[in-house]
């Protein structure tokens, strides 16, 4: 029987090319706003295109805050895409808005410093020590679209002692390094969009579903 994944239909922009690079890679996929649908697939992938405090606000409206704790507390695999990523964090600002994040990891996303914004096309990726996601692509290129990004590093939060197995981040660089993706037992996510990024993010997608 193949895995299922759902993407979480919760008014985020353009979803189908998500849908149709899951479907490629093998598995089964639903573009779903049902909560017990998106609760009981064996993966679910959270988009995000548009503003952090827009995408919150309606993450809020369809119970996505609270299908994403209830999925992470089973252990339950959950991915998610550029604001669908930065939604993770403790806080965003943008447009003059601060927003409360989803607060899995610390780290406030902002505006990059960089020459040219939106910071729009491929580039490569310093992949962090340990990671699953980027197995076997460790050397190619993703594609980015966005203006805002996590610049700080948040490993210096997890250098106390712990059980727990801190996150593994991977970088990359426009005008300065920012956080590229992040992979945290059941929760990972990327910045650039996997299903735009050609056979390298194919890969990076079947990584994910032969996760779980």
């Known amino acids: 029987m193949s895995k299922q994944v759902a993407v979480f239909d919760y008014g985020s922009g353009n979803v189908r090319s998500a849908v149709n690079a899951l479907k490629r890679v093998g598995v089964e996929v639903s573009l779903t706003s049902d909560f017990s649908a998106c609760l009981e697939a064996d993966g679910l992938l959270v988009p995000g295109v548009g503003a952090f405090a827009a995408v919150m606000k309606d993450l809020h409206a369809r119970r996505g805050d609270t299908l994403i704790d209830r999925r992470l507390a089973g252990g339950r695999p959950v991915l998610g895409i550029c604001v669908g990523m930065q939604v993770m964090f403790e806080r965003g600002l943008e447009h003059g808005e601060d927003t409360t994040g989803m607060g899995e990891w610390p780290g406030t996303v902002e505006k990059l410093h960089a020459p040219i914004l939106p910071h729009i096309g491929w580039s490569k990726i310093q992949v962090g020590q340990g990671s699953r996601l980027f197995s076997g692509i460790e050397d190619e290129r993703f594609y980015f679209v966005h203006s805002y990004g996590v610049t700080t590093?948040?490993?210096?939060?997890?250098?106390?002692?712990?059980?727990?197995?801190?996150?593994?981040?991977?970088?990359?660089?426009?005008?300065?390094?920012?956080?590229?993706?992040?992979?945290?037992?059941?929760?990972?996510?990327?910045?650039?969009?996997?299903?735009k990024s050609g056979d390298a993010g194919m890969e990076l997608l079947r990584n994910w579903t032969q996760s779980f």
């Open 153 to 195: 590093d948040p490993a210096r939060h997890y250098r106390q002692p712990s059980r727990m197995k801190p996150p593994i981040f991977s970088w990359a660089t426009h005008g300065e390094p920012f956080i590229a993706a992040v992979e945290n037992g059941p929760l990972a996510a990327t910045q650039f969009h996997p299903e």
